[in-house]
């Protein structure tokens, strides 16, 4: 991936002078972009992560906190180490509501490319047969949700299974929900100290933002402090 460096940081005295970060809305990145509004070098970019993996492939981000697959299409971009969004088990946000049992899934759709591949891997992987991505929720075996409408839940659907639990069974790793990938250009050593601030912070106020959850994401305090607490990890080991 080619990236132009000005894209990424403005000369200094500039009237852009920032590195510019993309993040998603959700509550599952809340502890690790805490503060990063208010950090002087910093210009935040929100949207989707179908959208930030595009904007990261263009040139035009620094770094962008995206999930795994989205961040490894990108063969200029660099993962950086330690800081992630994990989860032992179930992911809570990452989910597969099906028509049809989810070993007889052949077909799955999603309103995010990203997600709808990530639940194709987890299928693949769990019973030997890579669904195709169908057109639309109308036409498919499956409907994988992500980010704060994972949370939220649906019963209207005869199956339903979480993403990070089918995941860890089969392979016995954590489910990987987001990682900061930076652009080759990127400063990184100035990146890791401004993130893991961040990172810092958020920890610091995981009780108030599971507070702030009803207004902001949709979600009950019972289930975000559930997920802030217990089932996500905001650290990734090496190995």
């Known amino acids: 991936m080619s990236t132009d ?11 852009s002078d920032a590195l510019v970060v993309g993040v998603p809305p959700h509550l599952y990145a809340r502890p690790l972009i805490e503060g990063l509004d208010r950090e002087a070098r910093v210009r935040l970019e929100r949207g989707e992560t179908d959208v930030l993996a595009e904007r990261f492939a263009s040139g035009a981000l620094a770094a962008a906190l995206l999930p795994p697959l989205d961040a ?5 971009g660099r ?30 759709a999603s309103t995010s490319r990203g997600a709808a591949d990530r639940a194709r891997l987890v299928l693949a992987d769990a019973f030997g047969v890579l669904p195709c991505l169908a057109q639309g929720k109308a036409d498919a075996d499956a409907v994988a949700v992500s ?27 954590p489910w990987v929900l987001a990682v900061w990938v930076t652009g080759p250009r990127a400063p990184i050593a100035e990146l890791r100290v401004i993130l893991a601030r961040a990172a810092q912070a958020g920890s610091e106020r ?10 902001r994401h949709g979600v009950s305090v019972e289930i975000a402090r559930e997920c802030l607490e217990t089932a996500w990890r905001y650290r990734l080991a090496s190995d």
């Open 206 to 215: 995981r009780e108030e933002l599971a507070r702030e959850a009803p207004e």
């Open 147 to 173: 980010g704060d409408d994972g949370l939220r839940g649906d019963d209207a659907w005869p199956y339903a299974d979480d993403l990070g639990r089918m995941w860890s069974a089969t392979t016995e790793l």
């Open 72 to 76: 490894l299409r990108h063969p200029g």
């Open 5 to 15: 460096s000005e894209s990424l940081v403005a000369r200094p005295g500039g009237p």
């Open 79 to 108: 993962i950086m180490p330690g800081l992630a969004v994990c989860a032992p088990s179930d992911a809570r946000c990452e989910r597969l509501l099906c028509r049809v049992p989810p070993q007889d899934v052949r077909t799955v």
